[in-house]
T-cell receptor
Framework: DQQVKQNSPSLSVQEGRISILNCDYT??????FLWYKKYPAEGPTFLIS?????DKNEDGRFTVFLNKSAKHLSLHIVPSQPGDSAVYFC?????????????????FGQGTILTVHP | KAGVTQTPRYLIKTRGQQVTLSCSPI?????VSWYQQTPGQGLQFLFE???????NKGNFPGRFSGRQFSNSRSEMNVSTLELGDSALYLC???????????FGEGSRLTVL
């Protein structure tokens, strides 16, 4: 049972345009969501996060939107750059409401390969 | 600040052998988690250690074990290796085990 799903295995965009990566989740206990970027032969690198008490969080070119009623979040990258080409993972945890039982545990989606063309 | 350091980066073992992987966390990080990444299953949580105690565990067989030392460094061990254990093993650390995790570059294990 995949609790975090990224239904698009890949996404291709032109440099300068917007990249939108989507993620759906099923576990209503999740209250903290993160996006990670991963290059080949490297570990995932944290990008941005959002708590379930917010619906938007922005950091430079990266914005994450959370729609709790739809159990959906998305990552917007504007403008996209060729250096953004990587695998993007959505992840979720149940920290605040789970009595501390989710220490160190993130549930990851399968990832979306983003390719930004010059 | 130095990042998360994992050793060895690459290793090849044969079925039935055992392997030990090491992780040195970022200074001040007391929580160490381990993940297995495979093409078919993605990133899967193995276990988490904090102050030398296992606080959380994923759904892996008992062949997978770990420990943490007083300096927060952690090791994980896989005994009686199977072909399906071939994967990238990632270590992730944080101060308390909540919020953002910081990942190492991983140890690539190939079982022949």
């Amino acid at each position: 049972d995949q609790q975090v799903k990224q239904n698009s295995p890949s996404l291709s965009v032109q440099e300068g345009r917007i990249s939108i990566l989507n993620c759906d989740y099923t576990n209503s206990m999740f209250d903290y969501f993160l996006w990670y970027k991963k290059y080949p032969a490297e570990g995932p690198t944290f990008l941005i996060s959002i708590s379930s008490i917010k619906d938007k969080n922005e950091d430079g070119r990266f914005t994450v939107f959370l729609n709790k009623s739809a159990k959906h979040l998305s990552l917007h990258i504007v403008p996209s750059q060729p250096g953004d080409s990587a695998v993007y993972f959505c992840a979720a945890s149940a920290n605040l409401n789970a009595g501390g039982t989710s220490y160190g545990k993130l549930t990851f989606g399968q990832g979306t390969i983003l390719t930004v063309h010059p | 600040k130095a990042g998360v350091t994992q050793t060895p980066r690459y290793l090849i073992k044969t079925r039935g052998q055992q392997v030990t992987l090491s992780c040195s966390p970022i200074s001040g990080h007391r929580s160490v988690s381990w993940y297995q990444q495979t093409p078919g299953q993605g990133l899967q949580f193995l276990f988490e250690y904090f102050s030398e105690t296992q606080r959380n565990k994923g759904n892996f067989p008992g062949r997978f074990s770990g420990r943490q030392f007083s300096n927060s460094r952690s090791e994980m061990n896989v005994s009686t290796l199977e072909l399906g254990d071939s994967a990238l093993y990632l270590c992730a650390t944080s101060e308390q085990g909540t919020g953002e995790l910081f990942f190492g570059e991983g140890s690539r294990l190939t079982v022949l």
